[in-house]
C-alpha cells in the first residue's frame, strides 16, 4: 500500500472511531509499526490528527485561526453561549475567555443585566461596549494573532491581581482520553491563570470540539465546575 493510500485510510478510521491505535493497523495492514508512527507524525504536522502515546486522535477543527473559526458551527456555539448565559448572575464578575463561542455570548447577555466582565479578547470587549450595564475590564499583555488573545508575563501579572465568580472558558478539544486541550501552549498557561482566580470555572464545548483533542493538556476536568455541550448534539 502506497503511502499516500495509508494515510488516506488513517484518516478514515480517526473519522470512523475518533482515533487510530498504531500496533493495531500495523497488523490489520501487514506492515511495520514505524511505518505507521512516521504516517502519524506526518499528518500531525500537517494538522490531520493529534499524536498520542500509541497512536493518535482526531484533530480538533477549533485549533483554526479565529477568522475561519467564527463561521465553524455557528449555531451550535450559539446554543451552548444561550446556556451557559443562563448561569449568570446579575451582580457578579465574570470572566470570558477569548474565542467565538464567548463572543456569542457577549452578544446575548441581557441589557439589564447588571455585570462586571474581564476578558483577554480585544473582540468580546468591543462586543460589549454598548452593553448599557456591563463594566468591561480588558486584560493586556502580548497579542496572539492566531487566536485574538492576549498573554504573556504582562498578562499573567494582570491577572493574579483579578478574581471572579465565573469564568467561561474556551477549548478546542474535551476527549474522554486527552482531557481539555487547546492548540497553544501560552494559551493554555493563561486559561490555567484566569481558572485559578475564579470560583467556579465551566468548559465551553461546542459539537466540533467534542471528542477530539489538541496538543496542549488544559486543566484537570474534576477542577471544573461543569462543561457546556450543545443539548442537540449530546
Do not use: N, W
Amino acid at each position: 500500500m502506497l503511502t499516500a493510500q495509508r494515510k488516506d485510510h488513517l484518516l478514515a478510521l480517526l473519522k470512523a472511531d475518533g482515533r487510530v491505535v498504531t500496533k493495531d493497523v500495523a497488523a490489520e495492514l501487514g506492515i511495520s509499526e514505524d511505518s505507521i508512527r512516521r504516517d502519524l507524525r506526518e499528518m500531525d504536522a500537517a494538522g490531520l490528527c493529534q499524536r498520542v502515546y500509541g497512536g493518535a486522535l482526531a484533530a480538533s477543527p477549533a485549533a483554526r485561526p479565529y477568522g475561519e473559526r467564527l463561521e465553524l458551527a455557528t449555531e451550535s456555539k450559539e446554543r451552548v453561549a444561550r446556556a451557559a448565559v443562563r448561569l449568570i448572575r446579575p451582580g457578579s464578575t465574570i470572566i470570558l475567555d477569548a474565542g467565538t463561542t464567548t463572543l456569542a455570548m457577549a452578544g446575548l447577555l441581557p441589557a439589564e443585566l447588571e455585570v462586571t466582565v474581564i476578558t483577554p479578547s480585544p473582540y468580546v470587549a468591543i462586543a460589549l461596549a454598548e452593553h448599557p450595564l456591563a463594566e468591561v475590564f480588558l486584560i493586556g499583555g502580548r497579542l496572539s494573532r492566531h487566536s485574538m488573545v492576549t498573554g504573556g508575563a504582562l498578562a499573567l501579572e494582570a491577572i493574579r491581581r483579578l478574581r471572579a465568580d465565573q469564568f467561561f472558558m474556551g477549548v478546542t478539544g474535551v476527549h474522554p482520553e486527552a482531557g481539555l486541550t487547546t492548540g497553544d501552549i501560552d494559551d493554555a498557561a493563561t486559561k490555567r491563570a484566569l481558572a485559578a482566580q475564579a470560583s467556579e470555572t465551566y468548559v465551553l464545548a461546542s459539537r466540533e470540539k467534542v471528542g477530539v483533542a489538541s496538543a496542549f493538556p488544559v486543566i484537570e476536568r474534576d477542577r471544573v465546575a461543569g462543561i457546556i455541550v450543545d443539548p442537540e448534539a449530546a
